[in-house]
C-alpha cells in the first residue's frame, strides 16, 4: 500500500498567515491527490483535487500542486473559517490511503 | 442537491454483526463509484471499501477484508456496509462518500464495546 506522510502534523498560525502543508508519497502517484477540510464533529469537505484543481465552491486562497511523491497545500491568507485539520488523499490506486492529517490551531 | 444519508450504527458486542445503509440523492447513483471510510474517536481518515457503479469491481481495506461486505442496489439510490465478527477496533464513525470522495454524508456511529 502506498504511504502517505503529511506534515507538519500540527501547526498554529495567526488570521493573515501563509500557511504550507505538505504530503509525500511513497512512491509516485501521478497527480491523484485530493486536499480535505475537516472541522470537528462534521465530515470532510474536498477542497482540492488531481493535485491543484480547486474544488467548485472552495475559496481561491487554498492551492495545491506537486506531482509525482510531493504535493503542497497552501492557503494564502488564513482566515478564521480555516481553523481546521486537513488530510490529503491518494487516489491513485487502491488501498486509498489518507495522509495522518495536519491540525491548524490557532496561535 | 446531494446528499448522502448513513444509517444503522449504534451499539454492539465484540463478535457482532451490523448493517450500515446509505440513502443518496440529488445525483444519478448509479453512474457513480462509492465508498465507506471510517474514522476512529480523536483520529484520522481511515478508507475501508469501494464498489464500482455497476458493483463489478470492489475493494476492501486488509483490515476489514473478510468481515465487512459492501454492496449496493441502485434501483434504491443505496450503498451498503454489513460488517461481521465486529471488534473493539472497528469502534468508529462511518462516512459514505461518492466517487472520487467528492462528497460525504454526515456519518453514522458504530460503537463495538462489551
Known amino acids: 500500500a502506498i504511504q502517505m506522510t503529511q506534515s507538519p502534523s500540527s501547526l498554529s498560525a495567526s488570521v493573515g498567515d501563509r500557511v504550507t502543508i505538505t504530503c509525500r508519497a511513497s512512491?509516485?502517484?501521478?497527480?491523484?491527490l485530493g486536499w480535505y477540510q475537516q472541522k470537528p464533529g462534521k465530515a470532510p469537505k474536498l477542497l482540492i483535487y488531481?493535485?491543484?484543481s480547486l474544488q467548485s465552491g472552495v475559496p481561491s486562497r487554498f492551492s495545491g500542486s506537486g506531482s509525482g511523491t510531493d504535493f503542497t497545500l497552501t492557503i494564502s491568507s488564513l482566515q478564521p473559517e480555516d481553523f481546521a485539520t486537513y488530510y490529503c488523499?491518494?487516489?491513485?490506486?487502491?488501498?486509498?490511503?489518507f495522509g495522518g492529517g495536519t491540525k491548524v490551531e490557532i496561535k | 442537491e446531494v446528499q448522502l444519508v448513513e444509517s444503522g450504527g449504534g451499539l454492539v458486542k465484540p463478535g457482532g454483526s451490523l448493517r450500515l445503509s446509505c440513502a443518496a440523492s440529488?445525483?444519478?447513483?448509479?453512474?457513480?463509484?462509492m465508498n465507506w471510510v471510517r474514522q476512529a474517536p480523536g483520529k484520522g481518515l481511515e478508507w475501508v471499501s469501494s464498489?464500482?457503479?455497476?458493483?463489478?469491481?470492489?475493494y476492501y481495506a486488509d483490515s476489514v477484508k473478510g468481515r465487512f461486505t459492501i454492496s449496493r442496489d441502485n434501483a434504491k439510490n443505496s450503498l451498503y456496509l454489513q460488517m461481521n465478527s465486529l471488534r473493539a477496533e472497528d469502534t468508529a464513525v462511518y462516512y459514505c462518500?461518492?466517487?472520487?470522495?467528492?462528497?460525504w454524508g454526515q456519518g453514522t456511529l458504530v460503537t463495538v464495546s462489551s
Open positions: 462518500a461518492r466517487g472520487s470522495l467528492d462528497r
Open positions: 440529488g445525483f444519478t447513483f448509479s453512474s457513480y463509484s
Open positions: 464498489i464500482s457503479s455497476s458493483s463489478s469491481y470492489i
Open positions: 512512491q509516485g502517484i501521478r497527480n491523484d
Open positions: 488531481a493535485a491543484s
Open positions: 488523499l491518494q487516489d491513485y490506486n487502491y488501498p486509498r490511503t
